[in-house]
């Protein structure tokens, strides 16, 4: 009998031991794989917002080609009566205002000189 009780607390100190144990490494391949995933979702976002950074930086490129195309266009088809026009015509339309109004201020000086 004297056996057994110290036999009995050996076994339940050891099953405890190995509880926390298997616990602990369940837990560390949990954190393990949760980190894991946290990374694979900062890697995609990151990756994300770069196409996207590219697709504007090119999408915005595409736009001053074509305002570049139809200013030279405007400076090389209409003379200053018809681009006078388009700007009573387009008042209300800024960013064209401020485009013809530079445009016709640089033929000025141009002619001008």
Aim: proline residues 1%; without cysteine; charged residues 30%.
């Amino acid at each position: 009998m004297n056996w057994l009780l110290p036999g009995l607390v050996g076994l339940v100190i050891g099953v405890l031991l190995m509880f926390f144990i298997m616990h602990r490494r369940h837990d560390d391949k949990n954190s393990v794989a949760m980190k894991k995933q946290l990374n694979d979702y900062q890697d995609r976002v990151e990756n994300h917002f770069a196409k996207t950074a590219d697709l504007i930086d090119h999408l915005t490129d595409s736009y001053k080609r074509v305002f570049d195309h139809l200013s030279e266009s405007a400076e090389q088809l209409l003379d200053d009566e018809q681009i006078q026009r388009q700007i009573i015509n387009r008042k209300k339309r800024q960013v064209t205002l401020n485009y013809l109004s530079d445009s016709n201020s640089k033929s000025e000086e141009m002619e001008d000189q």
